[in-house]
């Protein structure tokens, strides 16, 4: 089956510091990347999708400013969280699907970021 | 808004009990189902999908789903679970974006 990866799997930064979470997909091309984020308990929230090649759309109430992210290559995206607060911290996932639209996602392990 | 629903948060059975997880959601449009699993420290695997055709779906170790269309439905059944079944159950709806249930926590009892 297909194989996305993520790394860091853990992070732990103090308050005001960037973090970069990198999301891979090993063996298939990846049209569309998507993140989330799991709060303790409860399901995935979809933060943005990205599309290689192009801005990401984010979701209501997500702010674009402080989760950056790109999607340069076919097999890797990136998600940046600037000037990272405690509020930040949560377990965040990314998934990967062959083509746009409503395609099977394939997950990632997730990381866990936890801000000092 | 498209939204998904699951209605039990968390289920207990013992070793060999049949399994059925509710799941509805609120679209009216043509939509792709999934369920996810993801085992205690482990990432979310899919267990099986529908896009169109039979209704019944047969996914991995034993599981199957029916899409009820007129319920806007699609739970998750198997015959006779095992303790290794233990874990939390996600049903997702895709339109164009993908939404999650809440999640279903099972836990078999050995």
């Not at chain 1, 970069?20 to 303790?40: H, N, V």
């Not at chain 2, 289920?11 to 993801?38: D, H, K, M, P, R």
């Not at chain 2, 199957?64 to 233990?86: G, M």
Request: aromatic fraction near 12%; hydrophobic fraction near 35%.
């Amino acid at each position: 089956g297909a194989v996305v990866s993520q790394h860091p799997s853990r992070v732990i930064c103090k308050s005001g510091t960037s973090v970069k979470i990198e999301c891979r997909s090993l063996d298939f091309q990846a049209t569309t990347m998507f993140w989330y984020r799991q709060f303790p308990k409860q399901s995935l929230m979809l933060m943005a999708t990205s599309n290689e090649g192009s801005k990401a759309t984010y979701e209501q109430g997500v702010e674009k400013d402080k989760f950056l992210i790109n999607h340069a290559s076919l097999t890797l995206s990136t998600l940046t969280v600037t000037s990272a607060h405690p509020e930040d911290s949560s377990f965040y996932i990314c998934s990967a699907s062959g083509r746009a639209g409503a395609d099977t996602q394939y997950f990632g392990p997730g990381t866990r970021l936890t801000v000092l | 808004a498209q939204s998904v629903s699951q209605h039990n948060h968390h289920v207990i059975l013992s070793e060999a009990a049949s399994l059925e997880l509710g799941c509805n959601y609120s679209y009216g449009g043509t939509v792709n189902l999934f369920w996810y699993v993801q085992y205690p420290g482990q990432h979310l695997q899919l267990l099986l999908k529908y896009f169109s055709g039979d209704p019944l779906v047969k996914g991995i170790k034993g599981f199957e789903a029916e899409f009820i269309k007129s319920k806007f439905s699609f739970n998750l059944r198997k015959p006779s679970v095992q303790w290794s079944d233990t874990a939390e159950y996600f049903c997702a709806v895709n339109a164009g974006d993908m939404r999650f249930g809440a999640g279903t926590r099972l836990t078999v009892k050995p």
